[in-house]
């Protein structure tokens, strides 16, 4: 079971990118998915997430209007696009998964998923 973050890299402010979380091993369509982003000494915060069927999410106050969640199982791929970059958003970013959809507290907690990818470096430049 392995899940792997793609798609980081350079942009400038208001820039954008797409994240892309991919699974080996297992089916991401029976998944949730959680975007989480972590800098150097800080805490692992949640971003954004989305339930198996891609119906449902969340998204943290300082990213919604930004960013957007969304996944194609057909591709067993889920997306994180990201607009209007700032540098404050450079960081590295995690997807994760579980199998259950709960509320948005629990969605946001680090040990409520079971699997993590490695992550993708972002780095917005001004």
């Known amino acids: 079971v392995q899940l792997q973050a793609s798609g980081g890299g350079l942009v400038q402010a208001g820039g954008s990118l797409g994240l892309s979380c991919t699974a080996s091993?297992?089916?991401?369509?029976?998944?949730?998915i959680g975007w989480f982003r972590q800098a150097p000494g800080k805490e692992r915060e949640a971003l954004a997430c989305?339930?198996?069927?891609?119906?449902?999410?969340y998204y943290a106050n300082f990213v919604e209007g930004r960013f957007t969640i969304s996944r194609d199982n057909t591709k067993n791929t889920v997306y994180l696009q990201m607009n209007n970059l700032k540098p404050e958003d450079t960081d590295v970013y995690y997807c994760?998964?579980?199998?259950?959809?709960?509320?948005?507290?629990?969605?946001?907690?680090?040990?409520?998923?079971?699997?993590w990818g490695l992550g993708t470096l972002v780095t917005v430049s001004s």
């Open positions: 994760a998964a579980r199998p259950r959809w709960d509320t948005y507290r629990t969605m946001s907690a680090i040990d409520a998923y079971d699997y």
């Open positions: 091993g297992f089916a991401l369509e029976r998944y949730c």
């Open positions: 989305t339930d198996s069927s891609g119906s449902s999410t």
